[in-house]
C-alpha cells in the first residue's frame, strides 16, 4: 500500500513513468529501497526511492540466473545533488553481492 501511493510521484518527476505492482510475482520478485529523511524531531520523510525487478534468464552467458533490473530511480528535488542517487545505487551493489 505504502509503495502504490509513493510511486504516485514517479508520474511528476519521471518521463514515461508508469505504476508497477510490486505484489505481483508470477514473472519476477520486488525489492523498493526507499530512502528518508530523518527530521530534528525524529519524524520521517520520503527522500526518494529505487525499485528493481528481479527475474530468473535461463539462458544468460556465463551461467544463467537472477537478473536485477533498476526500473524507477527517485531523488526528490530537495534532495538531489547530495549523493543520494550513488547512495541508492550502491545499496543495490550491495544487494546483488548479498550483503
Not at 525499485?51 to 534532495?79: D, E, M, N, T
Amino acid at each position: 500500500n505504502y509503495h502504490s501511493q509513493v510511486q504516485k510521484l514517479a508520474l511528476w518527476f519521471i518521463e514515461n513513468a508508469d505504476d508497477v505492482n510490486v505484489g505481483d510475482d508470477q514473472s519476477g520478485f520486488w525489492n523498493v529501497i526507499y530512502l528518508f529523511r530523518q527530521s530534528s524531531d525524529k519524524k520521517y520523510s520520503l527522500a526518494g526511492y529505487l525499485s528493481l525487478f528481479h527475474f530468473h534468464v535461463p539462458f544468460h552467458k556465463p551461467l544463467p540466473g537472477i537478473i536485477a533490473r533498476v526500473c524507477q530511480a527517485l531523488v526528490l528535488p530537495p534532495y538531489q545533488g547530495q549523493g543520494h542517487g550513488t547512495k541508492l545505487m550502491e545499496c543495490v551493489y550491495d544487494l546483488a553481492h548479498g550483503k
